[in-house]
């Protein structure tokens, strides 16, 4: 796993590999086992999180008692919750291991003292931000000017192995389709 991080922090930044040996020997490291909860809508996150092995869903509860998936999170994705506009910094979203996961835990009372130390390891970790918020906004563009037949071919092309990775139910909510819309439409375009 560790060298997941080097080949990932190699991308990001020019540190040494002496720098990224320290940075790495100072990270934790956690096994989640599938349907682990890594922290619920309403409470206020204390860590993120960079998966080296797995996947995790992000979803809410609306306000009739459903489950809406709004993202899910693979290999050499982080999960961060930038939520310090709210007053009690609560997260809307619940995320929790769709698998057995590896991640490594960020803790965010302890991230100014890290970015104290190693420098440069904020402005990776700014690139990288910079680089997923940007992807999110087109994402997010193309996902609301599209039909559904584009969002499932999209997915296909873009995310393949979350079809055999999350239950059909999570990847049509995410769709924003029905389960039985996904079938049809997964049938006619194969």
């Not at 796993?1 to 934790?28: A, F, G, P």
């Not at 490291?29 to 409470?43: H, I, M, P, S, Y």
């Not at 080296?52 to 050499?76: A, P």
């Not at 100014?112 to 970790?125: G, I």
Request: glycine share 2%; proline share 4%; hydrophobic share 35%.
């Amino acid at each position: 796993m560790e060298d997941i991080l080097y080949k990932y922090m190699s991308r990001w930044t020019s540190l040494t590999k002496e720098d990224q040996e320290t940075i790495v020997n100072e990270l934790r490291v956690e096994k989640f086992a599938k349907d682990e909860v890594l922290f619920q809508q309403g409470e206020t996150p204390a860590a993120c999180y960079f998966i080296l092995k797995g996947c995790v869903r992000q979803y809410s509860i609306d306000e009739d008692g459903r489950e809406v998936t709004s993202n899910f999170y693979t290999e050499e994705q982080a999960i961060a919750i930038f939520n310090h506009h709210k007053p009690d910094r609560s997260s809307d979203y619940t995320f929790v291991c769709a698998e057995d996961s590896i991640m490594v835990i960020g803790d965010l009372d302890k991230e100014r003292d890290m970015y104290n130390k190693h420098p440069q390891l904020e402005s990776m970790t700014r690139r990288m931000m910079e680089q997923n918020f940007s992807q999110v906004q087109e994402e997010f563009a193309a996902f609301i000017a599209s039909s559904p037949e584009d969002r499932v071919k999209t997915l296909l092309m873009k995310r393949p192995s979350l079809i055999n990775r999350v239950p059909q139910h999570q990847l049509a909510s995410y769709l924003g389709i029905t389960p039985e819309s996904l079938s049809r439409i997964k049938k006619r375009i194969q």
